[in-house]
């Protein structure tokens, strides 16, 4: 069984489109984070949640706006796209403290495309 | 940015150790290091952490030094399937805390 998926995986779009990326795990697990890993593989956070409550907002446009449903779900919804939106982005999720909290598990991407 | 400093590339023939550094002189007494790795167009994979003692698991072991500034991944038994991007993270504990991930080891096995 798939810990943490992703949909959809390839993402083809124009720009000034609003796309949304979907995440999901079934691991029980308290927080999700969303990274981003641009074309020179540089990989970085772009929010944490934990419960629904946001608690690591980089410094990421507010045309990005994460979703969380409830905690095993945290959606990336994404307004007005740019060219530099282009990246493969990674849904993960941990538990909440504690050393393990560090133990991050990675969904397999999304490979978005901005045209 | 990243704490950690590592070599950009390794080679390892398969079937040897694979013996990947790490620099961390500005670690602090509650940080952990961490590595993971991120095979070519999957999701990073957590690999092992560790505070001050050594650490083994099935994938690999984790050697820190006594004075906790620098330590060495080792994959005992390298195959082509390890080849791979490493990273060392160090982190303290709590959910607030963020994964930095730096530019990593570009590991390549050889057959």
């Known amino acids: 069984d798939t810990a943490v998926s992703q949909t959809p995986k390839y993402l083809v779009t124009q720009m000034g489109n609003d796309k949304s990326i979907k995440c999901e795990q079934n691991l029980g697990h308290d927080t999700m984070y969303w990274y981003k890993q641009d074309s020179k593989k540089f990989l970085k956070i772009m929010f944490s949640y934990n419960n629904k409550e946001l608690i690591i907002n980089e410094t990421v446009p507010n045309r990005f706006s994460p979703k969380s449903p409830d905690k095993a779900h945290l959606n990336l919804h994404i307004n007005s796209l740019e060219l530099g939106d282009s990246a493969v982005y990674f849904c993960?999720?941990?538990?909440?403290?504690?050393?393990?909290?560090?133990?991050?598990?990675f969904g397999p991407g999304t490979r978005l495309t901005v045209l | 940015d990243a704490k950690t400093t590592q070599p950009p590339s390794m080679d390892c023939a398969e079937g040897r150790a694979a013996n990947l550094p790490c620099n961390h002189s500005?670690?602090?007494?509650?940080?952990?290091v961490y590595w993971y790795r991120q095979i070519h167009s999957q999701g990073p994979q957590y690999i092992i952490h560790g505070l001050k003692n050594n650490e083994t698991n099935e994938m690999a072991s984790l050697i820190i030094t006594e004075d906790r500034k620098s330590s060495t991944l080792i994959l005992p038994h390298a195959t082509l399937r390890d080849t791979a991007v490493y990273y060392c993270i160090v982190r303290g504990e709590g959910g607030s805390e963020k994964l930095v991930f730096g530019k990593g080891t570009k590991l390549t096995v050889n057959p």
């Open positions: 993960a999720s941990s538990r909440r403290t504690g050393a393990l909290s560090s133990r991050q598990f």
């Open positions: 500005t670690i602090s007494g509650n940080e952990y």
